[in-house]
């Protein structure tokens, strides 16, 4: 555990949410039933299981489907006030489109929201989380301009179905996961490679799908359903390697080809003023009439101005950077070229089960000051934060000291620096399905087993600290030491 001195013990605010996360592809399974249709994950799985470290695939998953009952029962007994969940957009919309809706497939959803409410358990609903129906894949996903119509046609049928009873919505998970993983670097569906390029084309059109879709709760829903609306994001903290002026700038660089390209649409109406002109220039340099960076025109910015009603940030790790000499041009363009800057994980930060995933509780501090001073103070909540295990211990210490420290972080942030930390969702509530890696990686503060076919669930013992966490709002185990 933390050393004693560093833990803060305040307690947090009594209104401070506290969560779990899971996605609908990582947990669910009854891919193919109820007349659910075929996802690109089940895709993948099915018809390239080499692509998954173990071949395996999410076709019962954590078995939630049949198991949500059981699910509820398992946050009650944690203590959450908060579940972040996602919807599966081919159980809702079988043929991607909303002409048709599967009755089943919303019926899941609704019984499932009946009974977090039933046991006093907000939901959080993530619109989209990664599994987009295949048949949209196949008219070319979201490279094509249409899919932010698509997209909004099936935000409104969300928003219709399930916004009587869900106040937190968010439209995306991760963007820049989909777009720099599937049109980028390739590690993603659709393993596209195409750097500084396709990924920006990908981002433009998630962005303005985002933009709608936040749009149209204001014009049908917001006034009958008053709830919340807004994207998820991931981001490391991008620390300077040095004090050096250079390196100041170069980390800041970093913060916004990798949040900004997002964040600064969203918050300030428009791509950032470095991302426009760094990559503007490089394009000339390429011999490009228009520059690879999209351009929004100036309704886009106006819709795309002020649509998040809080900031949600996914952060697990982080990087130092360092000033590099800017790189000579060339075709075809890359990500680190348009970036000019360098970027490395120390060799003493402490190691876990995932080579990115390096821990480093004491930057969380700066990216949350960092989100409070480029996007005009936003309420925060933390969407996921977690670690992962490939042993399946349920002495799994590391998480609990990593909640642990992570948390006391934030609450310094939120006491000395006056950011607006709202809510914190641990990812995951139990192992899952975790995409590329299968089941070789848990993030569980449950552990599942997948080898039987109850799939059965054991609280391990991060979630017996952070039942105690739920419990008292504060840090440390005996509620005594904590200061009010
Ligand atoms: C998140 N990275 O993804 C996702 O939202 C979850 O579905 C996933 O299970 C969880 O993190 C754990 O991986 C990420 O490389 C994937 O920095 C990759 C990164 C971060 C988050």
Redesign the pocket.
Known sequence: LADDYLLNKKRFPADFMFGV?T?AY?IEGAWNEDGKSMSTWDNLTQTDPETILDGSNGNIACDSYHKYKEDVAMLKELGVDHYRFSLSWSRILPNGFPDQINQPGANYYKNLIRELRANGIEPMVTIF??DLPLALQELNGVLNESFIDWYADYAAVCFELFGDDVKLWTTF??PK?TCT?GYGYAYFIPYIHSEGLLEYQCAHNVLRAHAKAYRIYDERFRASQGGKVSI?L?A?SYLPASDSAADITAAETRMQFDLGWYANPIFNGDYPEIMKSRIANRSKGEGRDVSRLPEFTDEEKIALNGSADFFGL?V??AALVAAMDDPPISNPPSKYQDMGVNDYQPSDWETTS?D??KVAPWTIRHLLNWINDHYHQPDIIVT?N?V?DNTGTFQDTQRVSYIQRYLSNIRDTMEQDGVNVIGYIV??IMD?F??A?GYT?R?GLHHVDFDSPNRTRTPKQSAQYYKNVCETKCLVDDDFECID
């Open positions: 996360a996605s990582q989380h990664w998970n991760e996961q993983g998820v991931d490391y996914n697990y790790t995932l990115w995933l996921e977690g992962c990812w995951s899952n975790e995409w890696q990686q993030f």
